[in-house]
Every structure is written in structure tokens, then in C-alpha cells.
């Protein structure tokens, strides 16, 4: 008589589970056989697939003696689940996380808690303070779990200086405006006191140097529109060159 662990239940995303056999000093040699099995015991449910299986093991000693056995192993579903990798939401303003399930019967968490309105729902509402990664673990009824993250990007608002000194020193030689860089798609333009522009670009991944078409503009106050774009309305002002 030859004994073998039994196994199972399993989800479908478990690691293998090696069968253990107990020869109990017989010599000789053991053979598992079934779906998802190795002839030496090592069941992979994510090879197997979803179900019920039949795992046989025949055990031969050197006298040429059998001695065989099954058992069954069940394998159970884990949840589908879809979650986008990352979402952009405006600093103050709040985003509902987009995950989506196709059973029911299921609990869910969220981590990290912080800027959420719920944890434990499929669908909360996120309103960090700054990007974080949120995790979402489903369970099923059966104890079967699958996770996803998703990563939420918070747009700052732009902090606008009114003036900078582009005179050759390395100190505030150009208007450089804070968090503008996160708005791929921001554009910036600045005029001078006629309404002529001296000054556009898109992104605005080369702070301005106070030049007009390589010629420094003198001093004085000018004036701009920036469109950050990604849903934050556009905003005007002015900045003055010191010299």
C-alpha cells in the first residue's frame, strides 16, 4: 500500500502543487497520469483549466507489484476583472475608479484607503491629493481573488510667477511655471502691450527667456494665455520682465 496527499480545491492562478507519495519503504516506482498533471505529481490548475479532474497515480515495485489509487481535484474560476493602467484627474477635483467585473457574488478592496470615498466597492470615488497607485483585490465566492492597480495622475495647478529677471545671472533667467510640464497638451501664448505675439508654444517644455526671435525684449509687463487643456479652463494674467 502506497499513500499520496490529496490536494485541492484550487483557483485557477495558484502556483503548482506537488502531490507528495509515501512508498512506505516499498522500492519501486510511482506514475501520476491526468489533465494538468506530471508523471510526477506536479498539477498546475493553470494548465488544467477550470474543473473537475481525475488525477491516477499506479505505483510499481522492483517485484513487479502494483498498487493503484485517484483523486479528484477541483479547480474553481477566479473573477475577470478589467481596470485601465492609469487615469488623470485635476488637483481638487475627483475621478470614479473605472473597474469593471462580469459576475456577481463578489467583495472587493481597494489599498491604499487614502482619497477614497469607499474601499469596499467595485466603483469608488478618488480624490488624492497627490498620483497614487491604487490596488483592487475581487474575491469570489469561492475564495478565488485576482488584483489590478490602477495609477491616478493629479494634474497640479499651474503656480504662475508674475515676473522673472532674464539677465544672463542663472538666477530666475527664465519664467518657468510650475507643474505646467504635466499638461501635454497646455500651450502658452504672450503678447506685448500692442497685441503683438512674442511668444507661443505647445507643452511649454522650453521655458520662456524673455527673447523674441533671439532678441531680448525689453522691460516691461506682458501678458498671457495659458490653456493647460485635460478639462482645466484657461487662465490669463500678466508677468513682467525685470532687467
Known sequence: VVTVSSIGPLCQTDQP?????NTNGFIG??????????STGLF???????????????????????YSTNQQVIVNPVPALTLIPDIVVLEGGQVTLPAKVTTDSLTYQWTPSTGLDHDNILNPIASPNGNTIYKLVVTNALGCSVAAEISVIVLKYPVIPNAFTPNGDGINDAWNIQYLNE?????????????????SENGYGTPWDGKYHGSDLPQGTYYYIIN????????????????
Open 228 to 243: 493647460p487643456g485635460s478639462g482645466r479652463k484657461a487662465m490669463s494674467g500678466s508677468v513682467t520682465i525685470i532687467r
Open 17 to 21: 502543487v506537488q502531490i507528495v507519495q
Open 183 to 199: 499638461y501635454p497638451n497646455g500651450t502658452v501664448n504672450i503678447f506685448n502691450r500692442y497685441g503683438e505675439k512674442v511668444f
Open 44 to 66: 498546475d490548475p493553470s494548465v488544467s483549466g477550470v474543473g473537475t479532474f481525475t488525477i491516477n497515480y499506479v505505483f510499481t515495485d522492483q517485484n513487479g507489484c502494483t
Open 29 to 38: 516506482r510511482g506514475v501520476f497520469t491526468g489533465t494538468g498533471v506530471s
